[in-house]
């Protein structure tokens, strides 16, 4: 059974400090994305990786970094966090596909992270 | 405006009526769609494709439109255990990533 796991299910951080989520998958996926959901805005991505050590910016990168040191951990930081950011931040990995097409995304429980 | 956009809701529905809902998306361009579920509290996962021709999987029905940019579910003889949010997901510019809608929630009451 597919199956991707995040590192906390509930979060509480204090504003200004560092803030790592971490990431893991069993699947042997190359893709692994970073999204924060947020009620009536829906996931938005913040980053991606489709391969170790590689990362591109989604739409909401803005005070968040990645790591991505092993094809199955996929880590977001915070450098500082802020109270804008308290928010469900979900993970998720797929397959790799050629260009222009498209496999299943399969997401992680989800972290609730709340900033104090 | 927004790439992908749905009717929030709820519904509510008794069980065994029928539902149907859309969405719209911003590119013409776009070749592929999906309809994501996501129960209370849990995380999406995948309910259907949606295919040029339209497809069935069981109670569940999914159209697109290309000439309006919109999709659609269909909902039929509803369960109880079908109340959750329903994601329209579509990969906007064809490439890794995907573009998801907010939602809609359907309620199925007994």
Known sequence: DVKVTQSSRYLVKRTGEKVFL?????????????????PGLGLRLIYFSYDVKMKEKGDIPEGYSVSREKKERFSLILESASTNQTSMYLCASSSRTGLGSYNEQFFGPG???TVL | RKEVEQDPGPFNVPEGATVAFNCTYSNSASQSFFWYRQDCRKEPKLLMSVYSSGNED????????????????????SKLSDSATYLCVVNIRNDYKLSFGAGTTVT???
């Open chain 2, 58 to 77: 069981g109670r569940f029905t999914a159209q697109l439109n290309r000439a309006s940019q919109y999709i659609s579910l269909l909902i039929r003889d």
């Open chain 1, 22 to 38: 971490e990431c893991v998958q069993d699947m042997d996926h190359e893709n692994m994305f970073w999204y924060r959901q947020d």
């Open chain 1, 111 to 113: 972290t609730r992270l």
């Open chain 2, 108 to 110: 199925v009451r007994a």
